[in-house]
């Protein structure tokens, strides 16, 4: 019934989220896998606040740590290691927080802090959980599928211009800005993806990884730098 009366982005966001929940809480990784994919295209189904916007992203990281959690203390292993690349993240927080008191709009400095503890708690997640190659190949691969996808996104945007007009260059083509609205921060993104891509096909031949595939993601990814 919901589904005949309701519009199709009302339905399919509920549906999306207990899918989301059930996975993550089946497994650590499929909500991994989700958060890749948040990455670049969490602002499709961003809800606005007052001063800011909140993003998928913002609901599966504490999806994931909480399923971690429980995952913890169903198996009463309570160890957790802190990868040493914590501490200076940490001291860059900190110093974060004392730029506060001259923010002047403290909604935005809060989000921005935000992303950093979600960073940080997927940092310490992962240290903590990805062992088996098998979880890493998967998280891999979700991460330059995420990026191929964000790539080929961009490319569609350079050649069919569709975007802002402040865009354009040269009234031809229009600069790619992904689902970010801005284009340096869709490039920002991309050189988080593109060193990833390009290590992995270095060591295509030792760890037995499809060269085809990686030439793809790396070759969509650089072109979409470019644009």
């Known amino acids: 019934l919901a589904i005949a009366i309701l519009p199709l982005p009302a339905v399919m966001l509920p549906v999306l989220g ?4 059930l996975l993550t809480l089946a497994r650590l990784e499929y909500g991994l896998v989700l958060l890749a994919f948040t990455v670049p295209f969490g602002s499709l189904g961003e809800i606005e606040m007052a001063d800011f916007s909140l993003s998928a992203t913002e609901f599966i990281v504490p999806l994931v740590v909480f399923s971690w959690v429980m995952r913890m203390v169903y198996t009463k292993e309570a160890r957790i290691s ?3 690349i914590v501490w200076p993240v940490a001291l860059f927080m900190a ?4 730029s506060f008191t001259n923010s002047s709009a403290l909604g935005l400095s809060l989000k921005e802090m935000a992303k950093w503890l979600e960073f940080l708690a997927v940092l310490v997640l992962v240290g903590n959980t990805v062992r088996e190659r098998g979880q890493v190949l998967l998280l891999v691969g979700a991460v330059l599928s995420s990026g191929t996808l964000a790539a080929f996104h961009g490319w569609y945007q350079f050649a069919s211009r569709q975007g802002p007009g402040s865009f354009l260059v040269g009234e031809t083509f229009l600069r790619a800005y992904g689902f970010y609205g801005q284009p340096n921060p869709y490039a920002g993104y991309l050189l988080t993806v593109i060193p990833l891509a390009i290590a992995l096909l270095l060591v295509v031949r030792e760890e037995r990884l499809p060269k085809r595939p990686l030439l793809v993601a790396t070759g969509a990814l650089v072109a979409a730098l470019l644009m």
Do not use: D, G
């Not at 110093?95 to 004392?98: F, G, K």
């Open 82 to 84: 802190l990868p040493w």
């Open 95 to 98: 110093a974060m927080a004392l």
């Open 18 to 21: 207990i899918s989301s929940i």
